[in-house]
């Protein structure tokens, strides 16, 4: 007996170390000493996720009442990030009530932003009158309710109502430069009223400030395009109004005609590489632009010309100098990014421009003016890197593919999970024109140093072993750069090799937007970032579909996100300069939720869903509605063909 004892005991402890060895402690990336200075410079930077950790750090270790004020600031962080569902769960178990009534008030006011961002803004408004309610409040806090429910009242279609919260807001604050910024919020939205609205509101209008406003915003719109005429209205009106609050830097920039201050937009100008190799992909963006102006019934809607700028991007600027001589008072495009480049290093920025395109040069650098738009893969990785991170998880791997198109997703992807202060436990490419990924995803999960130990065991007992080889087991997630051709084979091949319970994360290039859930249906359990547009079959999203796409002939292509993309920029249009302005503004359109940074590049957040039974389910189904902007239309049967949720 004793040999066959003999023999056991090395099999034990050989297949001990089969099943523990497969994998090599990691240490964690050193997160930065925790202090409120690290916090409100990556805030101030606009790195909201990261101000966030940094705040819910110093709330860990901190006792009340800093430890609440640091967990509301983290709060207000994470919706500045976008990041709505984190921001949700976490305001509502802060426990302020034997705090005075600022926390309270602080609180209330994060609970109306995310139901205003949710889009049930009647009960945000009467978050904020509970909030206005509460006794000793400082000015500061009075001016954010008063601004919060702007914002709110904006979303209901009642600019007016938001004016009037602004102009009581400037009772509130401090500065100079504070009441300059919120006199500009205020004239942006007037201006941004068709006429015929603004009339009929003067009419209505019984506070003085207040008509002095729409007043003012009628001459702008009346007077457009004539400095002579528009200087002596304005005079003529401030001699009428001699204790108006309007500032001289609005007055004076009207009078100046200055881009940023224009009226109206009456003329807008659309570049694009209509007969060139990117024909298809400018034709999809024009058709967008083009069906969200046929769908607007405003009788004062501006003209659009359309500048063809054909297949060279370097004479790009022939086409932008043209517009701006023809009178364009905003110009959207160009598209494809040697073309934006071209603009930002040689044309002149005389007037507001929404560029198609992310470039790496800071528009900001180059004019206050310049917006860029565009649906940039990198942005889309960096998103999944915040995604996962949120998630919970810490260590990573990806699988990417040996393309350049890989190598910048990757690259991307890392970065921004190293800088949140995740590890890349591994990283691994593929060959796109192979059919196998064996070898890749052995690579990535170890499974090769097991099989080989495991061979080294059996040749050492002198027997075959039944323990298979096994995924290492220290990542929490796989980041998968893939579209939805090579998705389809390499999901079943990492379920295989052991790491079907391995979190899979992806962005939007997963997912052909076809709903083929026969074909989709080896893509079950990822999870991938895309815009409302492809993941919502419902609601409002439907009502658009249904009244702008009736005839196209690409739905639920590739080519409906770049008709996306056209149907935001222009319903974007009036809204740019608001939420440039405002800390955490944004915009919901169906590309998503649209933020602009401090270099004037337009930030999407995007909608997250995981494939089951081939069919991409929404995440986060209280996202699904947030849509700023409808078009009236009767409503038809839903498309069956669309993801539901």
């Keep these: 007996m004793k040999p066959i004892r003999w023999l056991v005991i090395p099999i034990i402890i050989c297949a001990a170390i089969l099943a523990g060895c497969e994998t090599v402690p990691v240490t964690p990336t050193a997160l930065p000493p925790v202090s409120t200075d690290t916090a409100e410079k990556a805030e101030r930077d606009g790195e909201y996720l990261l101000a966030a950790r940094e705040y819910t750090r110093l709330a860990d270790t901190a006792e009340s009442p800093r430890k609440q004020d640091f967990e509301l600031r983290a709060v207000a962080a994470l919706l500045k990030a976008g990041q709505l569902r984190e921001a949700r769960a976490r305001v509502e178990p802060i426990d302020v009530t034997p705090l005075d009534a600022s926390f309270t008030a602080r609180k209330r006011i994060l609970q ?65 430069e504070a009441v300059t910024e919120n006199q500009q919020q205020l004239w942006k939205i007037l201006v941004s009223m068709p006429r015929a609205r603004l009339a009929a509101e003067l009419n209505l209008a019984r506070d003085r400030v207040l008509s002095g406003w729409i007043e003012l915003a009628l001459i702008a719109v009346d007077n457009a395009g004539q400095p002579l005429r528009m200087g002596a209205a304005v005079e003529q009106w401030k001699k009428a109004n001699p204790n108006h609050p309007a500032g001289e830097i609005v007055l004076g920039t009207l009078i100046s005609q200055a881009p940023s201050m224009i009226g109206r937009i009456d003329r807008i100008a659309l570049l694009l590489p209509l007969t060139s190799g990117y024909a298809v992909a400018a034709q999809a963006v024009r058709d967008g632009i083009l069906a969200m102006d046929a769908a607007n019934t405003d009788p004062d809607k501006p003209k659009i010309k359309i500048y063809d700028t054909g297949p060279d991007p370097l004479k790009v600027r022939d086409s932008y100098e043209q517009a701006v001589n023809d009178g364009a008072q905003f110009i959207v495009g160009p598209l494809g990014r040697e073309a934006a480049e071209t603009i930002m290093r040689q044309a002149s920025i005389r007037v507001p421009t929404l560029m198609l ?40 791997a990806v699988l990417y593919p040996k393309t350049p198109w890989g190598e910048r997703m990757m690259t991307a992807w890392s970065s921004h ?31 090769g140093q ?26 929490d997630f796989i980041f998968l750069a893939s579209d939805a051709k090579h998705g389809r084979l390499i999901k079943p091949q990492l379920n295989f090799y052991h790491a079907a319970r391995v979190p899979v994360y992806s962005t939007s290039h997963i997912f052909t937007g076809a709903g083929d859930a026969m074909r989709d ?28 796409q ?77 849509n700023q902007f409808r078009i009236e239309n009767d409503a038809e049967t839903p498309d069956k063909s669309q993801p539901r949720s």
């Design 112 to 176: 109306a932003r995310v139901l205003i961002t949710e889009g049930a803004h009647e009960k945000g408004i009467r978050q904020l009158d509970e909030a206005s309610r509460l006794r000793n409040l400082s000015p500061a806090l009075l001016s954010e309710i008063s601004g919060v429910r702007a914002q709110a009242e904006l979303a209901l279609d009642n600019p007016v109502g938001a004016a009037r919260n602004l102009i009581a807001r400037e009772q509130y604050i401090v500065g100079k």
């Design 357 to 396: 395109n992310h470039t790496d040069d800071d528009p900001g650098s180059t004019s206050k003016y310049l917006f860029q738009f565009g649906l940039p893969p990198e942005q889309e990785a960096r998103q999944v890197a915040e995604r996962a991170w949120l998630d919970g998880h810490r260590q990573a």
């Design 417 to 447: 999970w190293q800088r949140l202060g995740g590890v890349v436990v591994a990283n691994q490419p593929y060959n796109e024109e192979d059919v196998d990924f064996s070898d890749a995803i052995k690579s990535l999960l170890n499974i």
């Design 450 to 475: 097991s099989e080989t130990r495991k061979e080294q065991i059996e040749k050492m007992i002198g027997q075959k072993l039944r323990s298979d080889a096994r995924a290492r087991q220290d990542i």
């Design 521 to 548: 249906i080896d893509l079950d359990g990822i999870q991938f970032g895309d815009m409302p547009w492809m993941l919502v079959g419902d609601g409002k999203i439907l009502e658009l579909r249904q009244a702008l």
């Design 550 to 626: 009736r005839d196209w002939p690409y739905v639920h292509t590739d080519l409906d996100r770049l008709y996306a993309l056209g149907v935001d920029s222009y319903a974007i249009l009036p809204h740019l300069g608001r939420i440039s302005m405002e800390s955490g503004g944004r915009f919901n359109g169906v590309t998503s939720g649209l933020s602009v940074d401090h270099s004037g590049r337009l930030q999407r957040q995007l909608l997250w869903a995981r494939f089951s039974r081939g069919v991409p389910r929404l995440v986060d189904t209280f996202l699904k509605h947030q």
